[in-house]
């Protein structure tokens, strides 16, 4: 499955970005879909997590409550709905697709490009 991740940007604390990412390739809901993150000069993490139906989720500590996964099957599409952004959540997103309902990105055999955010203080 292809992946492209699109819609970052240049956002100030405490507002709201809504990330797409659009997969092309091989039947889309077979995948769990999930969100990862990499801040300069730290290692990819973990962010969220969506089952095939998009009803079951699964979030970092550091996101929840501030961020939701979603997907639209019918689009084959998956989003990050990002609230009450920090600083700390500037990063290069990524999405990633895998058969398995996981948060360790070993899981994860397709990655899309990533789409860069900065949360300006």
């Known amino acids: 499955v292809l992946l492209q991740a699109y819609g970052g940007g240049l956002v100030q604390a405490g507002g709201s970005l809504r990330l797409s990412c659009a997969a092309s390739?091989?039947?889309?809901?077979?995948?769990?879909m999930g969100w990862f993150r990499q801040a300069p000069g730290k290692e990819r993490e973990f962010v969220a997590v969506i089952n095939w139906s998009g009803g079951s989720t699964y979030y970092a500590d550091s996101v929840k409550g501030r961020f939701t996964i979603s997907r639209d099957n019918a689009k084959n599409t998956v989003y990050l709905q990002m609230n009450s952004l920090k600083p700390e959540d500037t990063a290069v997103y990524y999405c990633?697709?895998?058969?398995?309902?996981?948060?360790?990105?070993?899981?994860?055999?397709?990655w899309g490009q990533g789409t860069q955010f900065t949360v300006s203080s």
């Open positions: 990633a697709a895998s058969t398995y309902y996981r948060a360790d990105a070993v899981a994860y055999p397709y």
């Open positions: 390739g091989r039947t889309f809901s077979n995948y769990y």
